[in-house]
């Protein structure tokens, strides 16, 4: 192992930035006080909250009211898919996507059980959704539609401002897990008809265990988490004053370096791509004709396995994150590229590299230096290469799941 | 991440006997690109000894999964084909010093590449060997047959189908298939746990024997008028009394033997000593 760490697994998590540490100290030593109560010493810790809420609402172009703090990004959409149900206890019916993060999926399957009809949009070979499928999906039990601003593995962004609008068409409210997007991407709900927006805070800077949801002023809610009247009785539970006063200021870094996102880190995250399909032959990227984020590269390697190049990879210092089965415990390629119809010979050996303003070129370089002799290495450890025959295709007789 | 051990993490960096033997005497083929790993070895054989003389693998798949296929072609090395059939997973990831559960169908993926290998140098090399063609295919997604299934469960004393996941990846795609791995678990421990005569309780022995006098054996004597119960049991000697037309039948003697006798020592336990009024 190198001493050096090249991490590129921002989609996963990110560093706790140095001032968002700084603000959140006090909150562990002198200021424990809670913002509930009627002294003195507790009761100052509201200004703290109010400062936070002010500043997420302003990175994402909403009011402050229209704010709720969460213990994470499945919370918020979990109260957010909850709350459409039970607003609307007549409409039985939801929306989603087939790519959409485990945190909105597996509620959804659940929700089949409990006697709700789902329909999961498909995507095309880029990653992209269609407007029409969606339109054509609606009923008039539709209760809520759930799409996700931009995907998890490949980056792709989905036109959720027009999925909104289309929802409400048919009396649909629209809800948007946006995990991915905050910070990386320019959000004004105010123009907008989303009504419900999720956001964790360790994908932008803040720690784990800290998001928020967005509810648009007049939204029907109903509360998850039942109790005190904290958050305006919409989640009960003693405020997390530490890590909240840290989303509010990763908010507000968010906010200042979302130029530097755009540009600075966009060029590293193309040099890497371009500089690897360069160099590597037979690879190719995962959602690269669609609009995507910009610190997201989806590179899929032929005829090496995932988990292989990534532990390579390790022993270089460079930190990566992969799509394929081994990794995660599964033993299929993951639902994304199943439901992209990314060829097999690519979707088991794909990596994710994912950026952030933290990195830098030398990251860049390293990858550049140290990616394409582990993929030639393992290529000549592997059975299959271009020309070869596949042997044991016959055997794996594709069929419905 | 795994949990790997420093000979998993050696025999993936620096795997030995990386690639394919030219005109190999076997080669085993075994999974696919789609099903996430593959394995090809080969072997070159002493045809008088029948020993291994070389082995060189080449494997699509996760670090576990190549270092198993170079730790297969380190153990069977100068071993003869007889001695060599019998490598199990087990002893593919004992020579790791362990896998991770999740990780155990690596082994087993070596340990049945080396089966078609063995099967296609005896087979004469006419045709490449396709382990469980023509068997009934358990999982469709990874393409396990029941007898992949069946040894997996045998050799490494599987209990639960998760256990079988880990170790054949049966069950691991669409989990159609659950259900029916549960059950072949269920049948195989009932017939083990059955076959130990001596394990088993007073009144299950009493049961164990009824049920095979009156399926296997009173059906045969019935067609003469005549039938069989059990009277005692003490130790390994089951005592007995012919009823019906067999009481005092000359040829009792005969059926006792060559009926009884044979159906308990078969079914029930080989040791049991027959006895009958």
């Known amino acids: 192992m190198t001493d050096k760490v090249h991490y590129l697994d921002n989609n996963a998590t990110t560093r706790v930035a140095p001032e968002v540490e700084e603000a959140m100290k006090p909150f562990f030593g002198e200021l424990y006080g809670n913002p509930s109560s009627m002294h003195f010493f507790g009761g100052t810790n509201q200004k703290y909250l109010d400062r936070a809420r002010e500043s997420v609402a302003r990175l994402l172009g909403a009011g402050p009211e229209e704010i709720l703090f969460t213990s994470c990004g499945t919370e918020s959409d979990s109260t957010a898919i909850w709350s459409a149900l039970r607003a609307f206890p007549e409409k039985k019916h939801l929306v989603t996507t087939k790519v959409e993060h485990p945190a909105v999926l597996n509620l959804c399957k659940y929700l089949e059980t409990q006697g709700y009809r789902v329909t999961y949009l498909g995507v095309d070979a880029e990653g992209r959704l269609s407007l029409d499928e969606l339109k054509a999906a609606l009923a008039p039990d539709t209760a809520i539609v759930s799409v996700m601003w931009a995907n998890n593995e490949t980056g792709v962004v989905f036109p959720v401002e027009d999925a909104a609008r289309i929802a409400h068409s048919r009396g649909a409210l629209f809800h948007t897990d946006a995990v991915q997007a905050v910070g990386k991407v320019p959000i004004n709900l105010a123009e907008s008809k989303i009504d419900m927006l999720s956001l964790s805070g360790h994908k932008l800077h803040a720690p784990k265990g800290i998001g928020a ?130 060829p097999q010979t690519y979707a088991h050996g794909t990596i994710r590299f994912s950026l952030s303003v933290y990195s830098t070129d030398e990251d860049v370089d390293a990858v550049l230096r140290e990616v394409p002799p582990v993929i030639e290495r393992l290529r000549e450890i592997s059975p299959f290469a271009d020309g070869k025959p596949l042997f044991g295709m016959d055997a794996c007789e594709p069929h419905k799941h | 991440m795994w949990q790997y051990t420093e000979k998993v993490y050696e025999y993936f960096k620096n795997p030995k006997n990386v690639g394919e033997i030219e005109n190999p005497d076997a080669v085993g083929e075994i999974g696919s690109i789609v099903c996430g790993d593959a394995l090809k070895l080969t072997l070159r054989i002493d045809k008088a000894t029948e020993k291994i003389m070389d082995a060189k693998f080449k494997t699509f798949g996760c670090a576990s999964a190549i270092a198993s296929s170079s730790a297969l072609t380190e153990m069977v090395k100068g071993r003869t084909l007889d001695e060599a059939a019998k490598i199990t997973n087990q002893d593919i990831a004992e020579f790791l010093g362990g896998l991770p559960s999740e990780k155990m169908h690596c082994s087993v993926m070596g340990m049945e590449a080396l089966e078609a290998a063995i099967k296609n140098y005896r087979g004469g090399k006419a045709e490449k060997v396709i382990i469980g063609e023509n068997e009934r295919v358990v999982c469709k997604c990874f393409n396990v047959t029941e007898s992949v299934i069946l040894k997996a469960i045998k050799v490494n004393k599987l209990r639960t189908v998760e256990e079988v996941t880990n170790f054949t990846k049966a069950g691991g795609g669409c989990r159609q298939c659950l259900g029916e791995i549960d059950k072949l678990i269920k049948d195989y421990w009932d017939q083990e746990e059955h076959r130990d005569f001596s394990r088993m309780t007073v009144v299950e022995k009493i049961k164990h024997i009824e049920k095979v006098l009156s399926e296997d054996v009173n059906p045969k004597l019935k067609r003469d008028g005549g039938w069989i119960e059990l009277i005692d049991l003490e130790g390994p000697k089951v005592k007995l009394r012919f009823l019906g037309m067999c009481h005092g039948c000359p040829s009792s003697g005969a059926t006792l033997k060559n009926v009884v006798e044979k159906e308990l020592k078969e079914k029930v336990d080989p040791s049991l000593i027959i006895e009958a009024e």
Not at chain 1, 291 to 312: A, C, K, Q
């Open chain 1, 213 to 342: 949801l967005y509810i648009k002023k007049g939204t029907r809610f109903s509360p998850f988490l039942m109790g005190g009247h904290q958050e305006r009785g919409r989640r009960a539970g003693t405020e997390n004053v530490p890590y909240i006063v840290a989303l509010g200021r990763a908010a507000e870094l968010a906010l200042e370096k979302m130029g530097e996102e755009n540009g600075r880190v966009k060029a590293l995250r193309d040099r890497l791509e371009q500089g690897l399909l360069k160099a590597v032959k037979n690879a190719r990227v995962n959602g690269g004709g669609a609009d995507r984020l910009p610190n997201t590269s989806h590179i899929g390697f032929e005829y090496v396995e995932g988990e292989s190049i990534l532990i390579m990879l390790s022993e270089k210092g460079i930190c990566a994150s992969s799509g394929s089965a081994c990794t995660s415990g599964s033993l299929e390629p993951s639902h994304v590229m199943m439901s992209m119809g990314v």
